[in-house]
C-alpha cells in the first residue's frame, strides 16, 4: 500500500518496528519516522495496518503513541480491528479533534500490489472528502456510513464467509481426493460448477495444491477476524452456528501448524 502511494505521488514517511519493512519503504522513497508520536507530529494524514486490536489502541492512544503528535488531524485504520476497538479509539482521539476513518481492507497482497483492494469506509462526510484521493489510490471505495465501526461489520462479515469457503473446501476436497479423484480435476469441475468460491478459484490453485502454503494470511489473525465476526454477532444477538464450527475448524489448524502458519494449512490438515 505504501509503493502505491508513493507511485502516485505522495510524500511517505513510514513507521514500523520491523527494520527489515522499514528498509524496503526507504528503498522505494519513504523516510522514516522513529515512532508513532514522531510520525504524528510530522504528517496531517496517517494510515495504519496493524494486526491486533490491542497493538493499534496502544500505537493510537498509548504512550509515545499517534495522539500524542500536534499535527496529525486524520488517521485512517486500514486494519481488521473491529467495532469495538475502533469505536473507542474514534472517541479517544476526537476529544483531540483528531478524527479517525475506519478503512478496512480487503483483496490480499495481490491486491495491495495491484491497486485493486476494496477499500470499506466509514466517516463522516467532511473526512471521508478529504481522505478520497488517498484511499482510493489504494482500490475501490465502498463507503457504508458515517460512523466509526460500521466498515468494520462489513470487513468481519467478509472475512467469515471466505473463511468458510476455505474451511468446507478442504473438507470436500480431502473427501473427493480419498475417493480417488484427481484434485486439480476436482478443483476444475467446481469451478465450472456452482460451488466455485474464492478457496477454489485463488487459495487451492495457488497455495494447496502446489503444495506451498503462502497464501500470505497467518492462521492467528485470520482466526482472530473469526472471532472477532462471532463476537459482534453475538453483541447484536445474531446466532452464528455455522461461524462458530468455522472458528472450531481453524482454531484446531491454529493448534496444529501454530499462529505463525499460513491460513491454508487447513488444507494440509484435512488432507492428514
Not at 9 to 32: K, M
Not at 214 to 219: L, Q, S, Y
Amino acid at each position: 500500500m505504501a509503493s502505491r502511494l508513493l507511485q502516485a505521488g505522495y510524500g511517505v514517511r513510514a513507521c514500523d518496528n520491523d527494520p527489515a519493512a522499514l528498509e524496503r519503504l526507504t528503498n522505494l522513497g519513504a523516510t522514516i519516522a522513529h515512532s508513532p508520536a514522531q510520525l504524528a507530529a510530522e504528517v496531517e494524514t496517517v494510515l495504519i495496518c496493524l494486526p491486533t486490536p490491542p497493538t493499534m489502541k496502544r500505537v493510537v492512544l498509548g504512550p509515545g503513541g499517534l495522539i500524542e503528535g500536534a499535527r496529525v488531524r486524520t488517521v485512517i485504520d486500514l486494519g481488521t480491528t473491529g467495532p469495538v476497538i475502533v469505536r473507542e479509539v474514534a472517541a479517544g482521539l476526537g476529544a483531540r479533534r483528531i478524527t479517525l476513518v475506519d478503512s478496512p481492507v480487503t483483496g490480499g497482497v495481490a491486491g495491495a500490489v495491484a491497486g485493486t483492494l476494496a477499500m470499506i469506509v466509514a466517516c463522516p462526510p467532511a473526512a471521508f472528502a478529504a481522505i478520497e484521493p488517498i484511499v482510493g489510490t489504494l482500490g475501490r471505495i465502498f463507503r457504508v456510513g458515517d460512523t466509526p465501526g460500521q466498515a468494520q461489520v462489513a470487513k468481519l462479515a467478509n472475512n467469515l464467509l471466505s473463511a468458510a469457503a476455505l474451511a468446507v473446501t478442504a473438507e470436500v476436497m480431502a473427501m473427493g481426493t480419498k475417493a480417488g479423484l484427481d484434485p486439480r480435476l476436482l478443483i476444475d469441475i467446481i469451478n465450472a460448477g456452482s460451488g466455485r468460491n474464492s478457496a477454489t478459484e485463488d487459495k487451492y490453485p495457488q497455495a494447496i495444491l502446489p503444495r506451498t502454503f503462502d497464501f500470505g494470511m497467518k492462521t492467528g489473525l485470520f482466526l482472530k477476524d473469526i472471532r472477532l465476526c462471532i463476537a459482534e454477532a453475538e453483541a447484536l444477538g445474531v446466532p452464528m452456528i455455522a461461524g462458530e464450527a468455522v472458528r472450531q475448524m481453524f482454531a484446531i489448524t491454529q493448534a496444529r501448524f501454530g499462529p505463525a502458519s499460513d491460513f491454508t494449512e487447513i488444507g494440509r490438515l484435512f488432507d492428514d
